[in-house]
C-alpha cells in the first residue's frame, strides 16, 4: 500500500547506494572496523526503489534483510568495496555514500592466528583507498551525494569534504550527540550545499530521513545539478 502511495519521481534513475561499516582483516579471527549498523544507507536503498529507481546496494557486513527490489551486492573490506563501487560507476546517474569506510587496514595479513604470547602488540597500518573522492574525481554528470561522521566543528569538517570529494550534498551528522549516529534508529542531520546552503533538520527517523535526503536529490537532479 505504500509502494502504491508513493509518486515514483526517480523513476528512470540508476543509483549506487553504499551501506554498512567495512572490516579489515588482522588474521583469521581479528579485524578492526567502524560503528555502523547499515540502517541508513539500507534506509535510502529501499525508499529510493519506492520512488522508482533502479537501486544497487553495496554492503559491507549487517544484520539487515536485502530491501525488497534492491539489488545487493555484498562485501567485506574497503578494497573490495571499492572494487564494485568503481565496477558500476558508468551504469550509474547518483551515488549516495553512507557506507562507514575504515580508513585505515592492516598492512599485513596474517594467515595463521595471532598468539597472545607478548605483553603488548601494534600493528602497522595502512590508508584505504577514499572511494568517494576517487568518484568526485571523475563525477561526470553524476550526482554525488556523501556523509560526513563528525564530532567537533560539523559544518567546518563537513564543508572541507563537500570540496575536497567534489560533492553534491553532504549529510552531516555530529555522532557524539545523543539520538544521532550509528546504533540508533534516529538522527539528527544537517544537510550542506554546493552553494554554501546549511540546511537543519529535526531528530527524526532513518527510514524518514532517508525520504528528506532523496527529497532533495529529486530536486538537484530537477535544477540540472550532477
Ligand atoms: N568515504 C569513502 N572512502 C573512504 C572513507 C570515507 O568513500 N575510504 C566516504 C564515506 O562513505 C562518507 C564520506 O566519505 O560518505 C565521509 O566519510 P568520513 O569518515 O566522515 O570522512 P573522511 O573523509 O574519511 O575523513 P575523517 O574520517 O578523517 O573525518
Ligand atoms: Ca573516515
Redesign the pocket.
Known amino acids: 500500500a505504500v509502494a502504491a502511495l508513493t509518486p515514483k519521481r526517480l523513476a528512470g534513475e540508476r543509483i549506487l547506494v553504499?551501506a554498512g561499516p567495512t572490516l579489515e582483516e588482522i588474521d583469521p579471527v581479528r579485524f578492526i572496523s567502524n560503528h555502523s549498523s547499515g540502517k541508513m544507507g539500507y534506509a535510502i536503498a529501499r525508499q529510493a526503489q519506492l520512488k522508482g529507481a533502479e537501486v544497487t546496494l553495496v554492503t559491507g557486513p549487517t544484520a539487515l534483510a536485502a530491501p525488497h527490489g534492491v539489488k545487493v551486492i555484498r562485501v567485506q573490506s574497503?578494497a573490495e568495496m571499492r572494487d564494485a563501487v568503481m565496477g558500476l560507476l558508468e551504469r550509474t546517474d547518483i551515488v549516495i555514500?553512507?557506507?562507514?569506510?575504515a580508513?585505515y587496514r592492516p598492512k599485513s595479513r596474517s594467515g595463521e592466528k595471532m598468539k597472545k604470547s607478548a605483553a603488548a602488540l601494534s600493528i602497522e597500518l595502512e590508508k584505504?583507498?577514499?572511494?568517494?573522492a576517487e568518484i568526485g574525481g571523475m563525477k561526470g554528470e553524476r550526482l554525488l551525494v556523501?556523509?560526513?561522521?563528525?564530532t567537533q566543528e560539523l559544518v567546518k569538517?563537513a564543508t572541507a569534504?563537500l570540496n575536497a570529494?567534489n560533492l553534491d550534498l553532504v549529510v552531516a551528522n555530529d555522532v557524539s550527540q545523543e539520538g544521532a549516529g550509528f546504533n540508533v534508529d534516529t538522527n539528527i542531520a544537517k544537510l550542506l550545499y554546493r552553494d554554501g546552503r546549511v540546511e537543519a533538520l529535526p531528530m527524526m527517523g532513518k527510514e524518514e530521513l532517508a525520504g528528506e535526503i532523496l527529497e532533495r536529490v529529486e530536486l538537484l537532479r530537477g535544477e540540472g545539478a550532477g
Request: aromatic letters at 4%; proline letters at 5%.
Open positions: 553504499t574497503a555514500k553512507a557506507a562507514a569506510v580508513d584505504n583507498p577514499d572511494i568517494l556523501g556523509f560526513a561522521a563528525e569538517n569534504k570529494k
